[in-house]
């Protein structure tokens, strides 16, 4: 369960599979490299960041982690908590944040929290995933279209108003070159599967940029030169207030990187026939968030398109993710100049492209023509990410799901009262149904149906309300309740002490091991007395029988010789009348 996959596939390894993983490790850092600063920018923090994400991360992701094929690195669901992070608290506060969030992590692997993460809903993270899109795509509306603007507002709403404000400002060579690289970036695929198009489009538009001498801005001109080392390691000026300030957008980074890596893992596994070790990819993934920020990185996470890149290519063991990095040192060493040469509109195009893949409008529509609690789910989630904050969109989110599920369980949660049929009806196929038992007239039974949880408490009061109508000996049959919580328990207590009162037995058949479990616990089953629970039906109405003054019948001879006898009247009747 703790023991990383490379230590796994390297007893294995061999020549073959090496030149395998080094081409698709070349190609993965290849494709990495325009995102990695393109997420940097977009999350507000200088392009050379994302380039230590992607490589100190992404090794360490690669190396201790429990996917084969993962690749990690800076990815879009961080942009907006990181931006708002480092309006906030500025890079130290971003930094302590992240190695937090590491922590975090590694905790929750550790407590074997893995197999966890799934049951976030999925409108949740669709809603949430969406909602960065929008955003994404609103944060490079500037510099797409080279509007001159001085600072543009953090606000969604405010954003856009200024964006309409300044409108007639658009840079006609700006936005040409952002046009032909999107251009590029959808259709390239159609010639040529391997070359990643985002390249392609960064090479085509800094060449025309410098070729023509375009005024268009790029990354030198707004950030200076891209270093063409790493940094030396260095730790963050801790504070207190600094600290118990960002416990929520750590926990928020560290929820993320969670979802999104893991998603990610299993999703390569589908595509490779595999199995990955969630707990031991959320301690990498919190050793990596630990390490990144000590070398000047940002929060990083499981990356699926650059996963799916390294699969499609022939990755196949924890070298190729392990290679990819290498290629990005390499690069940013030999290169790093040159990649001020980049004009921010054709990282821009990249961007605009990476929310359109990010914004999953299938599912969200599916889900929207879907049932109205997840559609709830969905657009409150969306609309609080956009407006609001992605913390705040996750916490609401989950709370919402999670008291709408319980509303949901209360609802399929039935109880009601139980008579023999004594009409002319096709015979059920369950020798259990209650159609094959005879119940005399002071006793009733009632059924429930459903996990018996505090959410369906009120129902249960509301139907086993006796009035006028009390019986001597009342059945609660349970053999559809699979679950009993301490809300269901005390229901059971107040009824089991208003018969006591109005001198009704109470009787408990057909229990299952885990409510039974919870009223022996709680001692219910001692004062209501053991032989009061009973495994099925017929012995309950047999020694309901019993304690009216009724001798014990069988059941099924007594209801077919009832419904003989209701048969002979009716037909009795018939010919009198004829």
Not at 71 to 76: F, H, N, R, S
Not at 114 to 136: D, E, H, Q, R, W
Not at 186 to 194: A, E, G, M, T, V
Not at 504 to 518: A, E, R
Request: proline share 5%.
């Amino acid at each position: 369960m703790f023991l990383p996959k490379f230590f796994t596939t390297i007893k294995e390894y061999n020549q073959r599979q090496f030149f395998s993983d080094l081409t698709a490790g070349t190609i993965v850092g290849i494709v990495a490299l325009p995102l990695a600063i393109a997420f940097a920018i977009a999350s507000g923090v200088s392009p050379e960041k994302g380039l230590y994400t992607a490589i100190i991360a992404g090794f360490l992701i690669s190396f201790l982690g429990g996917s084969r094929v993962q690749i990690g690195g800076p990815t879009g669901a961080f942009v907006v908590i990181v931006y708002g992070i480092v309006e906030k608290y500025g890079l130290d506060g971003l930094a302590i944040a992240t190695i937090m969030a590491g922590v975090i992590l590694i905790i929750m692997g550790f407590a074997k929290f893995g197999g966890l993460i799934k049951y976030i809903p999925y409108p949740i993270i669709t809603g949430f995933t969406s909602g960065i899109a929008v955003i994404i795509f609103s944060s490079q509306i500037k510099d797409f279209f080279g509007l001159q603007m001085e600072n543009v507002p953090s606000d969604f709403v405010e954003k856009w108003e200024a964006y309409v404000h300044h409108f007639s400002s658009v840079h006609v060579e700006s936005l040409g070159i952002a046009v032909l690289a999107l251009a590029i970036i959808i259709f390239w695929p159609k010639l040529n599967q391997k070359i990643p198009g985002s390249l392609i489009a960064l090479i085509v538009a800094t060449g025309l940029v410098h070729i023509f001498g375009l005024n268009v801005e790029t990354i030198q001109s707004r950030f200076g030169d891209i270093p063409s080392s790493l940094p030396s390691p260095a730790l963050p000026a801790l504070s207190w207030s600094t600290i118990s300030g960002l416990v929520l957008p750590a926990t928020t980074i560290a929820l993320l990187a969670a979802i999104e890596s893991l998603l990610s893992a299993v999703v390569a596994d589908g595509m490779i026939g595999g199995r990955h070790r969630s707990n031991m990819e959320l301690i990498a993934q919190g050793v990596a968030n630990i390490f990144s920020p000590v070398f000047g990185g940002i929060p990083a996470t499981g990356a699926i398109a650059r996963t799916a890149t390294n699969i499609k290519n022939g990755g196949r063991t924890p070298v190729s993710g392990m290679v990819h990095a290498a290629v990005l040192l390499l690069i940013m060493l030999l290169f790093g100049k040159w990649a001020g040469l980049i004009p921010l509109a054709a990282l821009a195009a990249i961007l605009v492209y990476v929310a359109y893949n990010m914004s999953e409008y299938d599912a969200f529509v599916s889900i929207l023509k879907g049932p109205r609690s997840d559609a709830v789910v969905l657009i409150t989630t969306f609309l609080l990410t956009v407006l609001i904050d992605l913390t705040v969109a996750i916490e609401i989110g989950m709370i919402l799901a999670a008291f709408l599920f319980m509303k949901q369980m209360a609802d399929v949660t039935n109880i009601h009262i139980l008579k023999s049929d004594l009409e002319d009806k096709e015979e059920t196929p369950d020798p259990n149904a209650v159609q094959k038992r005879f119940i005399p007239k002071n006793i009733e039974v009632f059924e429930i149906n459903g996990p018996f949880f505090f959410g369906s408490v009120d129902k249960f009061h509301d139907t086993i309300n006796f009035g006028s109508r009390a019986p001597k000996v009342l059945i609660l049959r349970m053999r559809f309740v699979p679950y009993m919580d301490a809300g269901g328990l005390h229901a059971l207590e107040e009824v089991f002490h208003r018969c006591k009162k109005n001198k009704i037995f109470l009787l408990i058949s057909d229990i299952h091991t885990q409510p039974l479990i919870v009223a022996e616990q709680s001692g219910l089953m001692k004062k209501m007395g053991e032989d009061h629970f009973f495994g099925n039906l017929d012995d309950a109405l047999n020694f309901g029988r019993r304690l009216i003054g009724l001798s014990p019948i069988d059941q099924t001879g007594e209801f077919e010789a009832t419904v003989a006898r209701e048969r002979r009247k009716i037909e009795d009747e018939k010919r009198n009348c004829e």
